[in-house]
């Protein structure tokens, strides 16, 4: 194994972190550090403890983990002989929640987000068992203040992934050390393990590191332009494409760089969603929710002949389960009830942090009307929103259910950081001709090109419809299971052959919950968000410290070794638009969408925010 060992321990753990990191000088990868703070308190949203529970560790199929599950709970951490990965308290220096030991869901104790899945490798056949990430990872909040944690389901994780990937792979290649490797033997073959047995194990974990460092290695000499995205971030749709179209393919000509990190989102009301994704791309929640699960590596073979093409790993049934508990019964219908009933948002807890002044509130409630439901429609409280013409109307193919048209405000009118928008609208991928995906735009020998989003459209569609043809679920049932929605994919809005890059803007109930805010994550606080971009801009945002600020309504921004600046000099970064600023005929501003708000307005504004 000496040729491991010609690269220094730190380089390898760099290459191992793949392009996390590269080009950007505020990357802390590695030194970021959350503290945990006391007991936590779960929000009420409308689920029992046996919902929470379950939702925590349900697995969608991934192995996002290069490793077998007994593999991660034997790793100890980088330098530290003494601690293991698996600890909670270690966990939680990147954000993740610890959750309590469960027989049934969380029988080692794992943090909420993390599943163990059993499952048969759709490319050789064999059985494996699987570590993965799991739709808890980083859609579930934690908001400290005053020593008091409040626990958010489906609110957004401020967890860095970067900064864990770096750490997992430091603590593989350090597995290969002698001294480490005899503890990490021990704890997975037992003490009595036969020596053919630890030859097959080392080769095993050599194979892992190598394939790790190709994998990382290519993401680094094709990522040139990647931002790191820290705390809270990531670049979701440009990791799924480098996952599904470059690594499962085996088409490096396919990684392209992180240029887009977005804030994790929050996800009550999202099934009632017309279109999801801050850029409002796809129609489906299957395809958005199979998608997800293929971009955080469920396996899927696509030429091998030990099954047929398409067959994965990914759970659909557990997908359909975990939507049903965001969306609420079958049968329910936002619309006519006037309220959601599967996941709700949470409300202001004014026995934890202060009182809402009502008055002041109200003052902001006026404001609400003139200035912000434009976009974001009427306040989910009033008879507007529930009565409103945003409801589209109930149809056979929609199994009677009305969905929430939202509005698509263009990029250049909003002014925010257009990188998600655009960058997934200007992506192609090259694919192999025989897969047979249909929509291509061009060739390039014997592949085809596509538009991006719309082939993992496809490419998702085909591998969630090999599940149903395994599966054979009654055809009504496939109408249900895919939300009663028609595999749309778009990149932008207006004709097809001319669309333009937009972003949606959805309601605002339990915002005050949801930090740090634009899609991209670059202003920490409400309050900040409706300053004007001079006063904005001189508030550097530094993600991680998970304190509460119930005055601007945001995390506290702590600069520090411990934390990540977003640098929002950068593409990507920005933290325009949005703006309510002066009119000035000589000096246009882009992205302005309303008149100077003055402090005290924002303040009413604010505290009316909380109300939601």
Known sequence: MKHFWTISAAAAAALLGGCDGADDANGNAGGNAVTAAGEGIWLEQGWSPADRAWYHHAGQG????????SW?????????????????????RFGFISSPTDAENNPHGLPVGFAGTPAINPRTGREIKQIGFTCAACH???????????????????????????ELGKAL?????PE???????????????PDQLIALKLALADTVKKGLGEALAERLHGRGTLVEGFGRLDALNRIGNEVFAHQMGRIDNLRPLTAPVAYPHIWDT???????????????????AGEAMGVRAIVNYTDPATPPFTSTVRVDNLYEIERKLAGPVESNPAVDRQFKGLRPPAWPEDILPKIDRALAARGEILYRERCQGCHLPAMGTDAFWTGPHWLPGTPETGGHRY??????????????????????????????????????????????????????????????RWYADAKPPKLDRALLNG????????GIGPSNATIPAYKARPLDGIWATAPFLHNGSVATLYDLLSPYEERNRVPVWLGNREFDPVKVGYVSVPGPRYFRVDTTRRGNWNTGHLFERKDPNRPVKGRIGDYLEPEQRRALVEYLKTL
Do not use: C
């Not at 489906?154 to 864990?164: I, K, Q, R």
């Not at 099934?271 to 929710?289: A, C, K, L, T």
């Not at 009663?484 to 990149?491: E, F, Q």
């Open 72 to 92: 991660f709970l034997a790793l100890e951490q980088p330098d530290n002989p003494n601690g293991l990965m698996r600890d909670p308290a270690y966990l939680d």
């Open 404 to 465: 929430l048209r939202l509005t698509m405000v263009p990029v250049d009118k909003i002014g925010t950081d257009p990188a998600q928008a655009v960058d997934m609208k200007a992506r192609t991928v090259k694919v192999d001709s025989r897969l047979g995906l249909p929509n291509r735009v061009g060739t390039a020998g014997r592949d085809n090109v596509y538009g991006f989003g719309r082939a993992l459209g496809d490419l998702v569609e085909r591998v969630v419809d």
């Open 484 to 491: 009663y929605r028609p595999n749309g994919i778009r990149d």
């Open 140 to 166: 579930t909040g934690r908001i400290d203040y005053q020593g008091k944690q409040m626990l958010i389901d489906g609110g957004p994780g401020l967890v860095d992934l970067g900064a864990f990937r770096t």
């Open 271 to 289: 099934h009632w969603f017309d279109w999801v994704q801050y850029n409002g791309s796809i129609e489906q929640p299957m395809v958005r929710n």
């Open 180 to 194: 480490n490797f005899r503890r990490f033997a021990a704890r997975v073959l037992g003490p009595k393990a036969r």
């Open 173 to 177: 290649l350090q597995t290969l050390k």
């Open 62 to 69: 991934t192995s996002t983990f290069p490793v077998q599950f």
